[in-house]
């Protein structure tokens, strides 16, 4: 690897340091970032909580409304409840609206407004985009749109979903429209007729897979999905370093060295010394942060569940 290595071996039961190798050089983290948005995620997300895709009726009782709620990784026909991916399905949220809606033609709109921002983080390089590192970030998406090493992804829109609803409504004989004007500017009222819904895996499974996959687009959901639980709003640019950081501050993790943009590692330029990912592993191990020590073990074991062998 060089002779810039950074290291730190730790006794995570006397949490006596063993060994330590340049661990207070601020260097780039990459994808090990993820390890410190998840203090975040731990504290701020229920994570046995599941993410709810539903369809409402809309101004007139021939609308449907299709609100997001956060999932990605919906399925385009059946849900599959063994596994992460997919596990909520278009095809069964479509036979459920087909059921409880009135005969006749159906006029599709959707409610993206929940933890909305920008599709992309203002601090990304367009062309990690354009080669398939990651996805635009949204509160719904096509399990089949995911990215998938050494394919480079269409450009996603929501129309994707759009049109993958209404074509599972098609296929159960029902005519339905997609107005030009589909996506609507507020959220739907709070005690809109629910026509039908489906859920996701556990947030914990969804975090689990996207550690597994370094998938950058469902951290940085996760973590807009964390403010606004917590209330905050999500920055315009998509930049939620600071956010993140106030969360290490906060669970007492020093950042000095940190600088940090993002919830993935993506954006270029950023650093944090080993000591801080560290200091999360411990807090993990530690036994007072039972949450985030959930998502640790959720981490790949190389030679097991995970490999380098693709990358170097």
């Given amino acids: 690897l060089g002779p810039n290595v950074g290291v730190v071996v730790r006794d995570a039961t006397s949490e006596q340091i063993l060994y330590s190798r340049a661990a207070d050089q601020p260097r780039v983290l990459a994808s090990l970032q993820k390890l410190l948005a998840s203090v975040t995620l731990a504290t701020a997300l229920d994570l046995d909580a599941t993410m709810t895709t539903k369809a409402v009726v809309g101004s007139t009782p021939g609308d449907v409304v299709l609100v997001a709620g956060g999932d990605t990784l919906l399925a385009n026909g059946a849900g599959d409840p ?28 959707l409610d993206a407004t929940y933890a909305a921002g920008p599709r992309t983080v203002s601090t990304w390089s367009p062309s990690d985009v354009a080669l398939g590192y990651t996805r635009g970030v949204a509160q719904i998406g096509l399990a089949d749109l995911r990215p998938i090493r050494g394919r480079v992804p269409a450009v996603e829109t929501d129309e994707d979903v759009m049109t993958a609803f209404a074509d599972a409504l098609r296929a159960l004989g029902r005519t339905v429209d997609v107005p030009g004007d589909a996506a609507l500017s507020e959220p739907v009222a709070a005690n809109a007729k629910v026509l039908g819904s489906v859920a996701s895996a556990p947030y914990i499974e969804v975090i689990g897979h996207a550690l597994a996959e370094s998938d950058n687009a469902i951290y940085e959901n996760l973590t807009r999905q964390a403010m606004v639980k917590e209330g905050e709003p999500i920055p315009a640019d998509g930049v939620t370093g600071p956010y993140l950081m106030s969360h290490l501050e906060h669970a007492d993790i020093a950042i000095a060295g940190v600088d940090i943009k993002d919830a993935s ?3 270029p330029g950023q650093t944090a010394p080993l000591t801080v990912v560290d200091a999360v592993l411990a807090r993990a ?13 959720e981490l790949p074991v190389a030679g097991l569940s995970g490999t380098l062998a693709e990358r170097f």
Avoid: C, F, N
């Fill in 285 to 297: 191990v530690g036994g007072d942060a039972p949450s985030l020590r959930r998502i640790i073990a």
């Fill in 265 to 267: 590692g993506l954006s």
């Fill in 82 to 109: 063994d596994d992460v991916v997919g596990r909520a399905g278009l095809a069964d949220l479509a036979a459920q609206v087909d059921a409880a809606a009135p005969a006749g033609p159906l006029t599709l709109h």
